[in-house]
């Protein structure tokens, strides 16, 4: 270790964020990282533990205090190898990824020892160097299998699997139904959290890898599943878990109230170039905006709804606060559950938990008031407590309240794929019931994180390519 005591001498930083005032004016992306001396720093607080939680932690498996050791030293490009030897996209975990990693470090087990390593950080900047630098760690194949892949959907886990795929020499087709590649990276998380430039350049890598990316192809409608199966070697689905958990109380069908992807989505198509057409707009100008649902996708509307110039934007949830530090029920090192509070919230607007909708009130067909009770967990419960009602104003309700699994469009049907009994794709070690067929990413898992999908991609890919050789036998 270049500085044993590190630890010991340097406190944990904080990345620079660009001013409020500042950011709110475009969707340019908020974190800006730490300079180079202060990352040098932040890796010399790694302790290199014996038995390093933040490893186990990663589901890709990050040799985290390797890479931070080599960072400390300033050896970026070594570093960055040993991140890719797990990470394929480390520039867009280190961006998005709430770091699971961080909640394990053993600087974050007493409050006393200053705080976690700033490992995502690290991460990104080792991803961002070997981006400008243009070092490559992608090397074509030695030799063609001659194998026939189709991957379906274009998100992290499609993304994964078919870097991997393909690096071991298969002959991989991507189709994905939007006319971008890129899943929920490209139209779910905003600019502002995540630039775009940033998923380009790995599409650009895989297409470098003799990957063909065919948008604009909804698998199941302009190819059967049959077709599929028929003229592939296997079919691997990556198509996310997109079908939005609903809000079920009088008034849900006036107009205003719209599921939270659709309004990031037209935000992300906006900041692209595309012009949406003012009838399909969903815009928070000038607006009251109500956001249901206290989680990420609820932190990137408010974010976005104080963009576009809301009014006043006020996000409802319905479990209670989580405490600000971890519960007795929630040791180190477990992933802590407490209350987080992103650059988005940061910028204004309000929160209140423990709150449940119980009727959305209009006028001329057009929402103009929500209406909600206070809850509190009694025996594990939520009840209302009454007398405590009220009324909000609302021009515009955004539901953010999850998604209850991959959408029923016609291809898993065609396909013949069992589900588990939470509606996910049943997925032995990425094998669905169906023969050739295969399935990773928030399609099996549910709803999930990028590094989920990411390593999900990678376990799939493993499986095509292990039952790949067992038929070449
Ligand atoms: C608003 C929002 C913000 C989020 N923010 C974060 C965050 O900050 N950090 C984090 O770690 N996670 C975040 N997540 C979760 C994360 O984005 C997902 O877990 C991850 O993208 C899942 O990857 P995936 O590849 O499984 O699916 P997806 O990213 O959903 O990609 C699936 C792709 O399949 C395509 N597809 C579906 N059906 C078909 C078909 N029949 N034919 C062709 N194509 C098809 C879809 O169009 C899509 O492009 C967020 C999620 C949302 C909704």
């Not at 280190?94 to 950080?121: E, F, H, K, M, N």
Request: with cysteine; glycine share 12%; aromatic share 4%.
């Amino acid at each position: 270790m270049a500085r044993p005591r590190g630890f010991l001498e340097l406190t944990r930083a904080r990345n620079i964020e660009r001013p409020r005032g500042e950011r709110l004016r475009d969707h340019g992306e908020v974190d800006l990282g730490l300079p180079e001396p202060a990352l040098l720093d932040q890796a010399a607080r790694c302790m290199d533990c014996g038995i390093p939680f933040c490893h186990s932690a990663c589901p890709l498996g990050n040799a985290i205090p390797s890479f931070n050791e080599l960072v400390q030293r300033g050896r970026f490009r070594e570093a960055a190898s040993i991140l890719w030897s797990t990470n394929p996209f480390p520039e867009i975990t280190g961006r998005v990824c709430p770091a699971p990693c961080q909640g394990s470090c053993v600087l974050d087990s007493d409050p006393a020892l200053g705080g976690s390593v700033t490992i995502r950080t690290i991460e990104r900047a080792i991803g961002d160097r070997a981006l400008e630098q243009s070092w490559s760690r992608v090397r074509a194949p030695a030799r063609r299998s001659g194998r026939k892949l189709v991957v379906i959907g274009s998100g992290p886990a499609g993304l994964s699997a078919a870097l991997d795929l393909a690096r071991r020499g298969h002959d991989v087709t991507v189709l994905e139904r939007a006319d971008r590649p890129g899943g929920l990276l490209r139209y779910g998380i905003p600019d502002f959290k995540l630039g775009k430039h940033l998923v380009d350049r790995r599409v650009q890598e895989l297409c470098g890898l003799g990957v063909t990316f065919r948008t604009g192809v909804r698998a199941g409608v302009d190819v059967t599943g049959a077709e599929l199966v028929a003229t592939h070697d296997a079919v691997v689905l990556c198509c996310g878990a997109r079908r939005p958990r609903d809000l079920d109380v009088p008034g849900r069908d006036l107009r205003g109230v719209h599921f939270a992807l659709d309004f990031l989505t037209q935000q992300n198509r906006r900041v692209a170039g595309d012009v949406v057409p003012e009838r399909e707009a969903i815009v928070a100008t000038g607006k009251p905006v109500v956001v249901l649902g206290g989680g990420d996708t609820g932190s990137d509307c408010v974010g976005t709804a104080l963009r576009q110039g809301a009014r006043h934007v006020l996000s409802l949830e319905l479990l209670p606060c989580p405490p600000e530090r971890r519960a007795a029920d929630n040791p180190w090192p477990e992933w802590p559950r407490i209350l987080r509070t992103s650059s988005s919230h940061d910028e204004g607007g309000e929160r209140e938990f423990g709150v449940r909708t119980t009727r959305l009130a209009g006028e001329d067909g057009h929402v103009r008031a929500l209406e909600a009770i206070r809850v509190q967990m009694i025996d594990g419960r939520l009840r209302d407590v009454p007398g405590t009602e009220l009324t909000v104003p609302c021009d515009l309700l955004l539901i953010a309240m999850g998604f209850v699994g991959p959408e029923r469009d016609g291809l898993l049907d065609q396909l013949g794929v069992a589900l588990d009994p939470r509606g996910n794709v049943a997925a032995q070690g990425g094998r669905t019931s169906a023969p050739k067929v295969f399935a990773g990413g928030d399609m099996v898992r549910g709803q999930s994180l990028v590094v989920h999908a990411i390593a999900e991609g990678r376990r799939v890919a493993r499986s095509v390519d292990a039952f790949l050789d067992r038929a070449t036998g």
